[in-house]
């Protein structure tokens, strides 16, 4: 057994220590704890070290440089927290070392992935037999989706991309909100659509796509929509907008990175209504679900589309008898990401999934009322977990947003909307409670009267 005994339960007496402590450590780390981390600088020593010395190096100058991301009181980005099921069977998961690509390198993962993708069509009311890769995230998920948006609509021109390549091809019009994702550009950019080709759809004051100024759709369009806005966590109108799509025979991509997750609660499906109607998701197990890094999901309704893009297989796909999980992705070896996410969703059960969503948007509603009360100006109303709040003036703004960060109580990122400075709070841990909230708020409170009376 040695040395795994020592090590793990070296490893496992330091993770303990750190659940125990989280709750209570900085949000962010201070000045002074990032000190530490100078300690790892150094040239790759030429001789080795003590494994158990190296864990303890680790635990030493790693563990004041990190982010307490489980502790409740961390609202930055749309970083999720981690359900301890998750953690565990994650750390079942990598002593098996199991390698995702093909079905003959892991049965468990191949059997595990192939339940998770009806679970998660079935948790997002999409068609039964609809494809899922698991990848790192929604970026990733997003540039597998789109390449089998923009390889099968080439195709039903008769174009075929893996044989003839992009240049020359016949136009694909790509069609975006202005408030698209980050990601979904990059994403873009990567399968050759340069920014100036792109048509952008102006928003709404919620940042959702305005409808009358969609352009025209055809059956050469890839619309892109979102579920769920970074900043204020709008979605946009999807039912009305598939219904054209449809109509036009254009493909329609859904960003729901920790929105799509609206769907698993039945008082926030009104804002997912119509999803099933599209071609293709992306969403992040490690957001909303807390299933923890790396957990893209890519979701598409054309299995063959998908396959072909990504392993640039046209028509000659070969399945095997088992899932080969690599076909849904662009990676071939790959972590067993799926045992995480099946783990969460077996322990949560359906209606635990909806109880998370919806604890995660009530205390976002609680959040923004607190702060409404001690006189912050709500940007926007609060839509699902994720909102912005501002001072009077951008100065004010940025001004408590930094006494914030460095407060040692909650962490929240900033953001501009609008042309303005806001600072966004998103609520996306399990782990987040009342009191976590009471704290956050007076804090928030405090700032306020000291700096801006
Ligand atoms: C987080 C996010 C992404 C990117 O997802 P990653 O998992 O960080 O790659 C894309 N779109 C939206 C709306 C997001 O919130």
Not at 131 to 137: D, E, P, S
Request: hydrophobic fraction near 40%; include cysteine; charge should be negative.
């Amino acid at each position: 057994m040695e040395p795994y005994q020592s090590l793990l339960d070296q490893a496992k007496r330091y993770a303990l220590a750190y659940m125990h402590q989280v709750r209570d450590m900085p949000p962010y780390p201070s000045e002074k704890s990032l000190d530490g981390l100078e300690t790892l600088e150094e040239d790759l020593p030429r001789s080795g070290t003590e494994p158990s010395a190296v864990l303890e190096l680790l635990r030493a100058a790693g563990e004041n440089g990190t982010t307490a991301q489980t502790g409740g009181r961390y609202f930055g980005f749309v970083n999720g927290g981690l359900l301890p099921v998750a953690q565990a069977a994650e750390w079942l998961a990598d002593t098996w070392n199991q390698n995702g690509a093909l079905a003959v390198m892991s049965p468990v993962t191949a059997k595990i992935e192939s339940v998770c993708e009806r679970w998660i069509a079935d948790l997002f009311g999409l068609e039964r037999g609809t494809a899922m890769g698991l990848v790192t995230g929604s970026s990733n998920a997003i540039i597998c989706a789109l390449a089998a948006a923009r390889n099968e609509l080439l195709n039903r021109q008769g174009w075929n991309i893996s044989e003839r390549g992009f240049r020359g091809a016949p136009r694909i019009r790509v069609v975006i909100s202005a408030e698209a994702h980050s990601s979904v550009k990059a994403g873009l950019s990567i399968l050759g659509f340069g920014t100036e080709e792109i048509e952008t759809v102006p928003t709404d004051e919620l940042g959702r796509i305005e409808i009358g100024s969609v352009p025209k759709l055809d059956r050469r369009t890839l619309l892109i929509l979102q579920a769920g806005n970074v900043n204020g966590g709008s979605f946009d109108p999807i039912c009305a907008l598939c219904e054209l799509a449809e109509t036009a025979g254009a493909w329609v991509h859904i960003d729901g990175a920790f929105g799509l997750w609206a769907a698993a609660s039945k008082k926030h499906r009104m804002l997912t209504k119509g999803i099933e109607k599209a071609d293709s998701w992306s969403a992040d197990a490690h957001k909303t679900l807390n299933a923890g890094y790396d957990c893209g999901i890519v979701l598409c309704r054309h299995r063959e589309a998908l396959v072909a893009a990504l392993q640039a297989a046209g028509s000659y796909i070969q399945y095997g008898e088992q899932r080969d999980g690599m076909l849904y992705t662009t990676e071939m070896s790959r972590r067993a990401r799926g045992i995480p996410l099946w783990a969460a969703l077996k322990t949560l059960g359906a209606d635990g999934v909806e109880k998370l969503v919806d604890t995660l948007c009530e205390n976002a509603e609680y959040f923004a009322k607190k702060l409404r009360e001690s006189g912050y100006i709500l940007v926007n109303p609060v839509i699902f977990n994720q909102f912005m709040v501002a001072g009077r003036t951008d100065t004010e703004t940025e001004n408590i947003l930094r006494a914030v960060q460095s407060s040692g109580v909650c962490w929240c990122s900033g953001s501009r909307w609008k042309g303005k400075s806001v600072i966004r709070i998103s609520v996306c841990s399990h782990a987040t409670t009342r009191e976590d909230i009471d704290r956050s708020a007076e804090l928030f409170k405090k700032i306020r009267d000291e700096l801006h009376p």
